[in-house]
């Protein structure tokens, strides 16, 4: 079958700068349910992990025991070469270092836009208001949004809510960006306004692990796709190969379903 490319190619593995992320051997339970199982995996600076499998097979877990919103009870997770910090400061800087957004996007709903991505500047970098301020708006720009700084969340769509989000998450210049399922709490015609900035962001360099339904963004922005089942990594592969060749029954199964 030829495979001819669909969408600009994503950004070479070969260029990127090393492991940002390494997780060896990492094993989590909620109670008697083994949710993450040996979790092996590596992510390059640089690299877009897109992370696909059924639900409850744990990829938000694992997304969260990144940036420690979930404790692991065995195995290790660097960041950028260093352990996960337990608490205290050294949190508060991994939090910063490693954004999240959220299928919900967890805006805070009395402040503006502009206020909700100049908040975290402010308090936790202690950053000067005018400079917390400009450079929210060139990340209001850079979402597409620099029109919209002085509304609230609920007179904005979900696309620009969602966009608001990652524009707040970047105000920290975070090393890595965790994305779980961004687009799946927005309608239909809203969801391409979320993956372009996220293609974009890809296209930038920024290091990303993005759990998504969206097999298309997983097709043209992925350097790497990780299919999980069960609390496990089943499949890890490059996109054109995983999509024309799954190696496991589990990941043909669920692709049939998906596709
Ligand atoms: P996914 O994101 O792939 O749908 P999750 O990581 O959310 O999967 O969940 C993996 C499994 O862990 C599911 O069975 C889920 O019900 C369970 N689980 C997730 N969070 C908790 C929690 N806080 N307490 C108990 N069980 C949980
Ligand atoms: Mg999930």
Redesign the pocket.
Same mark, same amino acid.
């Given at each position: 079958m030829t495979d001819a490319p669909t969408a600009p190619t994503p950004p070479d593995p070969a260029a990127s700068g090393g492991p940002l992320v390494v997780m060896q051997g990492v094993n989590k339970h909620?109670?008697s349910?083994h $949710?993450l199982r040996d979790i092996d995996l590596t992510v390059d600076e640089g690299e877009v992990v897109v992370l696909i499998?059924p639900?409850?097979?744990?990829?938000?877990?694992?997304c969260r025991t990144i940036n420690r919103l979930e404790t692991i009870e065995s195995g290790t997770i660097t960041v950028a070469g260093r352990p996960l910090p337990e608490e205290g400061r050294g949190l508060a800087k991994l939090r910063a270092e490693v954004g999240m957004v959220f299928q919900s996007f967890n805006l805070f709903a009395h402040k503006t836009v502009l206020d909700n991505v100049t908040l975290a500047p402010l308090r936790v970098r202690k950053m000067r208001r005018d400079e917390a301020e400009r450079r929210a708006r060139a990340l209001l720009d850079r979402v597409g949004l620099a029109d919209q700084a002085g509304k609230f969340p609920a007179q904005l769509s979900g696309g620009q809510q969602q966009r608001v989000a990652i524009a707040r998450s970047l105000a920290m210049d975070p090393k890595l960006m965790l994305f779980d399922e961004p687009t799946s709490a927005l309608d239909p015609e809203m969801i391409n306004e979320v993956l372009e900035v996220m293609r974009s962001l890809a296209a930038e360099g920024m290091t990303m692990i993005v $759990?998504t339904h969206e097999m298309g963004f997983a097709r043209s922005a992925a350097n790497r796709v990780v299919f999980?089942a069960d609390g496990q990594i089943v499949e890890a592969r490059e996109p054109a190969e995983f999509f024309e060749s799954p190696n496991t029954a589990r990941a043909r199964d669920f692709l049939s379903k998906i596709l």
């Open positions: 909620f109670g349910l $949710v499998g639900s409850g097979s744990g990829k938000s877990t694992l $759990v999980m």
